[in-house]
């Protein structure tokens, strides 16, 4: 049976690369989603808008997070690790998005509990389509508003 979510879902893409952040926004308008976008550039400034500090303090709480693995200040599986510690935010699903193909970066996101570990392809119509395809899967097919 598909879920059909009706809200807006509030994803945020912490992601320091512009061209990445400009084609995920891309993937959104095709998939056509009902979604509210909340980027932020590293993983210092995903905890910053997940725990409402400062400048973040009116946040939406994210129904989902896609992950970038390369950050500055703070990397993607140092950020995940905090997240899913945290018993006000580990129930948020977290999606790794990132170029890196290390198998050992995989299999740390997965023991730190990443919901999803995704490779983007280097072809920007190959990474449209992949972020439509998780995010058909996680918008369609799961109930992110709970």
């Not at 980027?39 to 992950?67: C, F, I, S, T, W």
Request: charged share 25%; hydrophobic share 40%.
């Amino acid at each position: 049976m598909t879920m059909v979510n009706t809200n807006p879902i509030h994803i945020l893409l912490v992601e320091d690369n512009p061209g990445d952040v400009r084609l995920t926004q891309e993937a959104f308008k095709e998939g056509n989603y009902q979604i509210t976008l909340h980027v932020v550039q590293d993983g210092v400034e995903a905890m910053q808008y997940l725990h409402r500090d400062g400048k973040y303090q009116h946040a939406e709480r994210p129904n989902l997070v896609l992950l970038d693995l390369h950050l500055p200040r703070k990397d993607g599986l140092e950020t995940l690790a905090e997240i899913k510690k945290d018993p006000h935010l580990r129930a948020i699903p977290v999606i790794m998005l990132t170029t890196s193909k290390n198998e050992e970066h995989a299999y740390k996101a997965y023991d730190l509990q990443a919901n999803c570990y995704v490779t983007k392809p280097l072809e920007m119509g190959q990474f449209i389509d992949i972020v439509k395809d998780v995010m058909d899967f996680w918008i369609t097919h799961t109930n992110l508003q709970l």
